[in-house]
């Protein structure tokens, strides 16, 4: 080594210039010319050796001299500062390319483009396009350790929201997902303050950006909506809206009070192939209808032709009140196909899936009180004009084939049908209202029942109705005669608990059985044959009327009561089910029983709506209507999901929730004013939050809150109904 450097200096040459000129710096002078191609073929040696990145790699970090107490620097700064200049160089021209994809115009407020960023996709797109700004990222968003080890799997979300804090900082063009999540953050309601500081991250946009970002997607919802209800079949409904407005200085002409509105919703059913229901066609049938009213013996036939099929499901409850048992864990998991302990097959089942998701526009909520007949009649003409109906050159077309389907509970149906009574002689239909037609919602027919059951059978401390069951559940508020609250939630899960510990007790009685260990053992065909004498013995009207017929020696009240209760609770569970499950044709069978539980329990307006209702289903509707009516304006699923169907007056409920809870205005600036132009908003804003908690996945830690398990309150329950001899026949 010492004699190749001798003699590079003898000829004038040192290292340096040796790898200047090597390195393709090729002005070489005259006295030091040589083959070209002997320095090509050397300087590609060192170009592909394996030893060059050794090379670097101590030019970067000398071995150190531990025993002279030497610390060699080599050439640690120069390859520093060019490292950082070229890795610098290079995530720039990545950042140019990978810039379009934060790219989106000032005007774009619109929900497709706040569902239309998919996080997974962009992140593989920064894989490809930014290779080294990924490489060099991952690495410092987790140590080595909690890559070996597993931990924080999710750093591909951080490292990509850092790549766009620096694209936005670089342009204002380039703001795509601080769009997203500046509404996704105000739909969840972040602070003014807490607002403040995110943007002053480049994480989100600035809070005044937020309220206009607002009233742009509502403004793009409404004219989206205007362009879906030309398109598509449409039906709407409405309800009542009470909001406490807060001052904080308090002026004559301001005042802290409660004030009421109204919000109203319109659902769109996105299949071209569903024709519009045809107003012409209805009057004609309601004409021909109305000469043929609904007979008492015609409920009667339709209740036993229904009986048959209602009689499988209670045998399906029943059964499953069994399987529920954790005894029963094995016997499930080996007869979980076996035909006898299968779901009946539906009625009329309604479709599910992403695609049959119910499509809904909230319209401006107005500051109108529908608490009265001549409010309705604001509240109505005032949503037509939002969607459109009121021009001129459609108010005296007397062969106009609109016919608008109003959804409500039932004082909204009342005051409907009487608005069109009393404006009957009017000149044209639009004036009488013959272009809008109401149906009754099922959530409020639903809690009517619940108000009916919870009335007849609640019972005292010491008896066995629902007094005595909540007060061993500890359920609390449902062992009071009130029905105010959040009654429907707890009296549902409730109703549901004391049904299963009722015929855990009625499961022994009847097999004999000393526990439910014993019971498992038994096979599917003998169980069903209990099953059905559970049915018939202690959960029918057969069995009811046997034991009225008792005389009063032998008679046996508590068990009477008993039979009665199980009878009656089933119809309610039945109902309950069909709902959540989209089996409307079940629905419509329980139609009598409903109609008989409410004209027995003195519940006239609602049975005034059941009997109103199945004179239009099988006498005023065409066949058309009616189909249409069950099958879209009876049960909504927001999700598709199975199982998630809820009723459409409960889904109107849901949303005045929203304007009052969710996304409610708080602070001196609220108003009606501002509550109307971000109403049509919020849809998107719950559609955005479900996008955003699944392209980030939370829901690895839960959506909601878990269900605890009911087994020890259902336990406790059955104890004391076991202990009473309940479900024992005791004469006298």
């Known amino acids: 080594m010492v004699e190749l450097?001798?003699?590079?200096?003898?000829?004038?040459?040192?290292?340096?210039?040796?790898?200047?000129?090597?390195?393709?710096?090729?002005?070489?002078?005259?006295d030091m010319l040589c083959e070209q191609s002997v320095i090509r073929y050397t300087r590609t040696a060192l170009m592909v050796s394996p030893q060059l990145s050794d090379i670097l790699s101590c030019w970067l970090k000398p071995p150190r001299a531990h025993s002279q107490g030497i610390r060699t620097r080599g050439a640690k700064n120069t390859l520093e500062n060019w490292a950082v200049d070229n890795v610098t160089?290079?995530?720039?021209?990545?950042?140019?390319?990978?810039?379009?994809?934060?790219?989106?115009?000032?005007?774009?407020?619109?929900?497709?483009?706040?569902?239309?960023?998919?996080?997974?996709?962009?992140?593989?797109?920064?894989?490809?396009?930014?290779?080294?700004?990924?490489?060099?990222?991952?690495?410092?968003?987790?140590?080595?350790?909690?890559?070996?080890?597993?931990?924080?799997?999710?750093?591909?979300?951080?490292?990509?929201?850092?790549?766009?804090?620096?694209q936005y900082n670089c342009s204002q063009n380039y703001y795509r997902y601080q769009k997203v999540l500046s509404i996704y953050l105000k739909s969840c309601g972040l602070g003014g303050k807490a607002n403040d500081t995110t943007h002053l991250f480049g994480l989100t946009m600035s809070q005044s950006w937020i309220h206009k970002g607002i009233t742009d997607l509502s403004e793009s919802n409404r004219r989206r909506m205007l362009a879906d209800?030309?398109?598509?079949?449409?039906?709407?409904?409405?309800?009542?809206?009470?909001?406490?407005?807060?001052?904080?200085?308090?002026?004559?002409?301001?005042?802290?009070?409660?004030?009421n509105g109204t919000a109203g919703t319109v659902y769109v059913v996105k299949d071209k192939g569903v024709v519009r229901p045809s107003r012409v066609k209805y009057l004609e049938q309601r004409a021909i209808g109305c000469e043929n009213p609904i007979r008492s013996r015609d409920i009667f036939e339709r209740e036993v032709a229904a009986a048959p099929r209602l009689r499988e499901q209670h045998l399906f409850f029943i059964k499953q009140?069994?399987?529920?048992?954790?005894?029963?864990?094995?016997?499930?998991?080996?007869?979980?196909?076996?035909?006898?302990?299968?779901?009946?097959?539906?009625?009329?089942?309604?479709?599910?899936?992403?695609?049959?998701?119910?499509?809904?526009?909230?319209?401006?909520?107005?500051?109108?009180?529908?608490?009265?007949?001549?409010?309705?009649?604001?509240?109505?003409?005032?949503?037509?004009?939002?969607?459109?109906?009121?021009?001129?050159?459609?108010?005296?077309?007397?062969?106009?084939?609109?016919?608008?389907?109003?959804?409500?509970?039932?004082l909204t149906t009342i005051r409907i049908r009487f608005l069109k009574r009393d404006r009957s002689q009017d000149m044209n239909f639009q004036q009488r209202f013959d272009q809008v037609k109401e149906v009754l919602g099922l959530f409020h027919t639903q809690l009517n029942q619940e108000f009916s059951l919870h009335k007849q059978y609640f019972g005292t401390n010491t008896g066995f109705g629902f007094k005595h069951a909540f007060l061993n559940m500890n359920r609390k508020g449902l062992d009071r005669t009130t029905v105010q609250g959040n009654f429907h939630y707890g009296f549902r899960e409730g109703v549901k608990?004391?049904?299963?510990?009722?015929?855990?007790?009625?499961?022994?009685?009847?097999?004999?059985?000393?526990?439910?260990?014993?019971?498992?053992?038994?096979?599917?065909?003998?169980?069903?044959?209990?099953?059905?004498?559970?049915?018939?013995?202690?959960?029918?009207?057969?069995?009811?009327?046997?034991?009225?017929?008792?005389?009063?020696?032998?008679?046996d009240e508590r068990?009477?009561?008993?039979?009665?209760?199980?009878?009656?609770?089933?119809?309610?569970?039945?109902?309950?089910?069909?709902?959540?499950?989209?089996d409307v044709g079940r629905i419509e069978l329980l139609l009598p029983r409903l109609l008989f539980r409410f004209h027995g329990s003195g519940s006239h307006n609602y049975s005034h709506e059941i009997l109103e209702l199945m004179q239009c289903l099988w006498r005023e509707w065409p066949p058309e209507l009616s189909q249409f009516v069950m099958r879209f304006c009876w049960l909504a699923n927001t999700t598709g999901h199975?199982?998630?169907?809820?009723?459409?007056?409960?889904?109107?409920?849901?949303?005045?929730?929203d304007l009052k809870v969710i996304f409610a205005v708080h602070g001196p600036y609220a108003s009606w004013d501002y509550i109307k132009r971000i109403s049509a908003s919020i849809p998107t804003q719950w559609k955005l939050k479900d996008h955003i908690e699944r392209e980030f996945n939370h829901f690895r830690c839960g959506k909601s809150h878990t269900t605890p398990s009911h087994e020890a309150d259902v336990n406790a329950l059955h104890l004391i109904y076991a202990k009473e001899k309940t479900h024992i026949y005791k004469p006298g």
Not at 5 to 26: F, P
Not at 501 to 521: C, M, N, Q, T, Y
């Open 642 to 657: 199975e199982n998630g169907f809820l009723a459409f007056d409960m889904l109107q409920e849901h949303n005045v929730r």
């Open 497 to 555: 608990h004391t049904m299963e510990a009722r015929f855990r007790d009625i499961w022994l009685v009847v097999s004999g059985a000393k526990d439910f260990s014993d019971l498992a053992k038994r096979t599917p065909e003998e169980l069903d044959v209990l099953a059905r004498k559970i049915l018939d013995e202690f959960a029918s009207t057969s069995a009811l009327e046997a034991l009225k017929e008792l005389p009063p020696a032998k008679a």
């Open 89 to 166: 160089s290079r995530i720039q021209r990545e950042m140019k390319r990978f810039a379009p994809i934060f790219h989106s115009p000032p005007g774009d407020m619109s929900e497709e483009m706040l569902l239309g960023t998919h996080l997974k996709d962009d992140i593989k797109k920064m894989k490809e396009t930014m290779p080294t700004f990924w490489e060099t990222m991952c690495p410092l968003a987790r140590t080595q350790r909690q890559a070996k080890c597993g931990k924080y799997k999710d750093h591909e979300p951080r490292v990509f929201i850092v790549a766009s804090i620096l």
């Open 321 to 410: 009140f069994l399987l529920m048992h954790p005894s029963f864990t094995a016997f499930e998991a080996q007869n979980s196909d076996h035909p006898l302990f299968q779901r009946p097959q539906p009625v009329l089942q309604l479709p599910t899936g992403p695609e049959h998701a119910t499509c809904q526009y909230m319209l401006d909520t107005v500051h109108m009180e529908e608490g009265s007949q001549k409010g309705n009649r604001k509240v109505i003409e005032e949503f037509l004009r939002q969607l459109g109906l009121d021009r001129e050159r459609g108010r005296n077309d007397p062969d106009s084939e609109q016919l608008i389907l109003w959804l409500g509970d039932q």
């Open 229 to 259: 209800i030309e398109e598509y079949v449409f039906y709407a409904g409405h309800d009542n809206l009470n909001i406490p407005f807060k001052v904080y200085e308090m002026r004559l002409s301001k005042q802290s009070h409660f004030d």
């Open 5 to 30: 450097i001798d003699e590079m200096a003898k000829r004038g040459w040192d290292i340096v210039t040796l790898l200047h000129y090597l390195s393709w710096n090729l002005t070489i002078p005259a």
């Open 559 to 582: 068990l009477e009561h008993s039979v009665q209760f199980c009878r009656d609770l089933l119809d309610y569970l039945d109902f309950d089910d069909a709902i959540k499950t989209g």
